[in-house]
């Protein structure tokens, strides 16, 4: 099957970035075809009122309707039309017989649009001029009339000398009967500049719009996508077991979300080859480990069928059976150790009792070498001490492992009649637990090599044991943000093992 390609977030926030502004866009497109139409209407529904009122006044003043009478009318009602440009009054027909335009009146009530013309031989062109495009007006108005009124008010838009008039062809009724048609004519360059200032707006607002989504995006590619890439490549390239070397540690400086995600990639990365290396190591220990027993064991089973003298085939049977006990309690240990290990990243540190941990571990362990009847004892000085201030954040059970093998390997080094002491101090920031025994303390000039798995200077009875209960109590430990310490008693025999946990 074939991979499917994937986008990066960026492209997807441009993609959808550029279907919002497309939609908005149309929306934009269609709002600014509706506000020309509907200033116009605004401006046609004042003609409206303007025609009904003079129907009115023809009516009640009982105007013919004709040249003379309209005249008169134009001449006697002079307020009906101010801040009109023109008003034209037609017959049924479509013939012109009233006009403010062609009349003499007072120009604070008429705002004309033609032009003065003075007296002279050019004067005569230009007003012949004036009667051809009148004319050609009338003819064009009457056509309207004749052809394309059907009962509805009509709006005629105009653009002249870059001058915007509105006009609107109604027809005109006395007494119910139609006479003929008036036509109300006024500037409307105002709807112009309505329009050209929204136009202008909206488009001063697309450009701060994407001015703010290019620095957004801009930001967002720089800040974020880039090293949210920069760790996928980091993480790829661990998982293809790549020679590639990329450095993450320069978004550590970093305090927001993407530095803290930084370190915990490193930080998760770090504990898996780890665990990883820890693996291998353990594995590769385990094999050399079950080497000698296995070594032991097949010896001692060939030899066995060689030999009939009956206390020497008793002895080969207990190698034998020894170095199987030996062999099963260290596949039986590693086991354990590797699924603690994956518990413990599971497990919740709490608020826990630290001095009734050890008396709950010396306790069990005092009763069990009463059961094996070991004459070995387990002393503590914590009687005199108050059990309320010894608190540490840890997990119990880890806590009372790390105390079971510390006593178990000092049990394993003592004999009869001997000692173990076992006691909890304080610091200004830690508690400390020191574990002594009376035995044969340690032969290294390290001790801390007691702590590596499958450590080798043994007791002769240390079949009983893997070799890795000090490396678990050691993991523990520094799991707990604390340390582990091994040496020698000094003015006495023995070995003393301390262990330093820090206070709440």
Do not use: C, W
């Amino acid at each position: 099957m074939k991979k499917k390609k994937t986008s990066s977030i960026l492209r997807k926030f441009l993609l959808f970035n550029l279907l919002v502004f497309s939609v908005l866009g149309l929306l934009t497109l269609i709002y600014l075809s509706a506000i020309q139409p509907n200033l116009v209407k605004k401006t046609s529904d004042n003609h409206f009122i303007i025609i009904k009122n003079t129907s009115d006044h023809i009516e009640r003043l009982n105007i013919n309707f004709n040249e003379g009478g309209i005249k008169k009318f134009l001449l006697s009602t002079r307020f009906l039309f101010q801040g009109l440009d023109r008003v034209q009054f037609f017959s049924i027909n479509g013939k012109l017989i009233g006009d403010t335009n062609i009349l003499d009146l007072d120009a604070s009530v008429f705002v004309k649009s033609d032009e003065v013309i003075e007296e002279g031989v050019e004067v005569k062109k230009e007003k012949k001029k004036t009667l051809l495009e009148k004319e050609s007006e009338e003819k064009l108005i009457s056509n309207i009339i004749n052809q394309k009124y059907a009962g509805q008010p009509i709006t005629i838009e105009n653009k002249i000398n870059n001058s915007f008039f509105v006009s609107t062809i109604s027809e005109l009724q006395i007494k119910g009967k139609k006479v003929g048609f008036i036509m109300v004519t006024s500037e409307a360059n105002d709807i112009l500049i309505a329009v050209k200032e929204r136009k202008n707006f909206i488009i001063r607002t697309v450009l701060a719009v994407a001015l703010v989504i290019l620095i957004f995006s801009l930001f967002l590619n720089k800040y974020i996508l880039k090293p949210i890439g920069f760790l996928v490549s980091f993480t790829e390239s661990i998982k293809n077991k790549s020679d590639q070397n990329i450095d993450i540690k320069k978004f550590f400086f970093r305090e927001d979300e993407v530095g803290k995600l930084t370190k915990s990639i490193d930080e998760m990365t770090k504990e898996l080859q780890k665990r990883t290396n820890r693996a291998e190591t353990f594995s590769t220990d385990l094999a050399h480990e079950i080497r000698n027993p296995l070594a032991s064991l097949k010896g001692a089973s060939e030899l066995l069928d060689k030999i009939e003298d009956q206390k020497e085939r008793k002895k080969l049977f207990e190698i034998i059976n020894h170095d199987v006990e030996r062999i099963d309690r260290l596949i039986t240990d590693y086991s354990q150790m590797l699924k603690d290990e994956a518990s413990l990243s599971r497990e919740k540190m709490l608020k826990v009792n630290l001095m009734k941990i050890v008396l709950n571990v010396v306790e069990d362990f005092k009763q069990d070498l009463k059961n094996q009847n070991k004459n070995i004892e387990i002393v503590t000085n914590l009687s005199n001490k108050n059990e309320k201030n010894y608190f540490i954040i840890g997990i119990e059970n880890r806590l009372e492992q790390v105390i079971a093998n510390l006593l178990d390997n000092a049990i394993s080094f003592s004999n009869d009649k001997q000692k173990i002491e076992i006691d909890l101090t304080e610091t200004s920031s830690n508690f400390v637990m020191t574990i002594k025994d009376q035995g044969p303390g340690f032969a290294e000039a390290s001790p801390q090599k007691i702590f590596k798995r499958f450590y080798s200077n043994r007791p002769s009875n240390f079949g009983e044991h893997s070799g890795l209960g000090l490396n678990i109590a050691k993991n523990i430990v520094e799991l707990h943000k604390g340390a582990i310490a091994a040496s020698n008693r000094l003015n006495q025999k023995g070995a003393q093992v301390e262990v330093l946990l820090p206070k709440i």
